[in-house]
């Protein structure tokens, strides 16, 4: 396989913008981005509102309905709705990563840290992974980073039964979107890697420690059956949902990737990253995050610009959409075959054998 190297970390604080060795070769409209890029502490408080606040309002009102002995359908059915707010203070945490949320880089710090604790990701751990992941995004030498692990259809090939028997595994839905999130959320964010900054351990600690007061108080209220009952579907659901989002904004057939000798930053953004169109109520709850071809190309742009900022550029607005429905043709892509430059499925691999044979 081919090796994969290193990638090239931005500053702690945010993704940058995008670079180019020709700043002249970057289109004007480019440039005029920027001015969705200035932080709005009204729409960011309100969004703190209406999103925190149902959120513990239906958490606290799913632990009185199981205590007075409702039937659990009930609370399995308010969890979906629980699990929906509960990935948009996920985007709002992703925001603060960012520095887009706020102005302020104190309160953007707050925010996220107490973000990251109720959706079990530490802070400053992940905002340094996210940041390597936009500032490699598509590119097939700078692989392995804060991504959905893809290999080549020459790699695949080339690769030992065990290797292609693992990354078929893998590529499984079952562990993509039902174990990865369990291993993802609840067991990867309890660590940091050897060679973190101490930033960054002390964000995991942290936020171990924080997760760890909250179920012992939870134990010592409700009690530890009642806390795993309500937030045990609500994370499943939430945390499901969180990865397909992630893996939908990469994985779709006529994606972008490229060897790094060529690869184009604008390009990964506007052909590497999907424009996932979501009816409005999805889009809400998402926290416009299917704008992700916009959400790259500037990521300091808050998430409620983006809509804004898409409709105000014609070359934005260009982008092929997926829906809910196309995006599921995704679920069969698995490979990057660098000769017709698209996702293919493991389907593929047999014409492609019959072809050459």
């Known amino acids: 396989m081919a090796q994969q190297s290193k990638a090239l970390c931005p500053g702690r604080d945010e993704a940058r913008p995008l670079r180019t060795s020709n700043r002249k070769t970057m289109p004007a409209w480019f440039w005029e981005m920027r001015t ?18 149902p ?39 992703h925001d603060c990563c960012h520095g887009s949320f706020f102005a302020s880089r104190r309160a953007n710090v707050t925010l996220g840290t107490i973000a990251g604790v109720l959706t079990c ?32 259809v020459a790699e695949y090939r080339s690769a ?21 999130p369990v291993w993802v959320f609840l067991i990867r964010f309890r660590f940091f890697p050897k ?18 007061s909250i179920v012992a108080l939870a ?42 000798e060529t690869w184009d ?33 500037r990521p300091r742009i808050p998430n409620y610009n983006l809509q804004r900022c898409h409709d105000h550029f014609a070359a934005l607005g260009k982008v092929r959409p997926l829906t809910l429905w196309t995006s599921m043709k995704s679920l069969r892509l698995h490979l990057w075959d660098e000769e017709t430059q698209r996702m293919v499925g493991f389907g593929a691999l047999r014409g492609m054998v019959a072809h050459t044979a």
């Open 36 to 53: 969705f890029e200035a932080p709005s502490l009204k729409r960011a408080l309100w969004q703190i509102l209406d999103t925190f606040v």
């Open 55 to 93: 959120y513990l309002a239906l958490w606290i009102f799913m632990v009185i309905l199981f205590r007075i002995g409702a039937p659990y359908w009930t609370i399995l059915l308010l969890s979906i709705l629980a699990a929906g707010l509960q990935i948009r203070i996920f985007i709002l945490f």
């Open 121 to 152: 990701t530490p802070y400053k751990g992940w905002r340094s992974e996210h940041n390597a992941h936009h500032a490699t995004s598509s590119d097939l030498d700078r692989r392995g980073i804060g991504d959905i692990t893809t290999l080549t």
């Open 160 to 180: 030992p039964w065990w290797k292609r028997m693992a990354y078929r595994a893998y590529r499984n839905p079952l562990i993509l979107f039902i174990l990865g």
């Open 195 to 212: 060679k973190a900054g101490r930033p960054e351990r002390l964000s995991v600690l942290t936020t171990d420690l924080a997760l760890v």
């Open 219 to 260: 134990a010592w209220t409700i009690g530890l059956k009642t806390f795993l009952a309500v937030q045990l579907p609500t994370f499943m659901i939430g945390a499901a949902a969180g990865v397909w989002l992630f893996y939908i904004q990469h994985q779709f057939e006529k994606d972008y990737w490229a060897r790094h």
């Open 265 to 297: 930053p604008l390009r990964a953004s506007l052909e590497g990253s999907s424009y996932y169109k979501l009816p409005k109520v999805l889009q809400w709850f998402t926290g416009n995050i299917g704008l992700h071809h916009v959400h790259h190309a």
